[in-house]
């Protein structure tokens, strides 16, 4: 087997296999080329020993870009205006429930106040203030009743 990188025409002593699948064999000399070249792709690459029945496994094939029609693009765009629009009623709603908590912890509090023990001072206030309030009724009057 040769060398493939370069159109080096040197035995090939190692296979190789990069992160993304592509596989080859290569010389010693152009092991430091394909190491350095992963280095600055900063990408992985193995090596292994080629013995004399080594091949290897598999060509790599380029990926290769499909073209999508222009609903699938639509689609991609209104799911990500619900996504945000998800996000903003989300944030919506943790709010509301913060002011929600804040509102019963307040009523609790007011209700407390209301039934709490009133001292003597405070039922003769309240006492003068709903009989200044109110003019007393008297009962109504029963009529008459007749006398034969």
């Not at 499909?66 to 990500?80: D, F, H, I, W």
């Not at 919506?92 to 001292?119: C, F, G, I, S, Y």
Request: glycine share 6%; aromatic share 4%.
């Amino acid at each position: 087997m040769v060398c493939i990188v370069d159109g080096c025409s040197e035995e090939a002593t190692l296979l190789f296999t990069w992160a993304w699948g592509e596989e080859g064999a290569c010389c010693n000399a152009h092991r430091t080329t394909l190491e350095s070249k992963a280095e600055q792709l900063g990408r992985g690459i193995s090596f292994a020993p080629l013995g004399s029945d080594d091949t290897p496994r598999k060509t790599y094939g380029a990926p290769t870009l499909t073209k999508l029609s222009p609903e699938v693009g639509a689609l991609r765009m209104a799911n990500a205006e619900l996504h945000e629009r998800v996000s903003a009623v989300e944030r919506e709603l943790a709010a509301a429930q913060e002011r929600n908590q804040a509102l019963l912890a307040e009523l609790a509090k007011l209700e407390d106040q209301v039934h709490a023990p009133k001292t003597s001072e405070d039922r003769a206030v309240v006492k003068e203030s709903t009989e200044s309030a109110e003019p007393r009724r008297e009962a109504p009057s029963q009529p008459a009743k007749p006398r034969r």
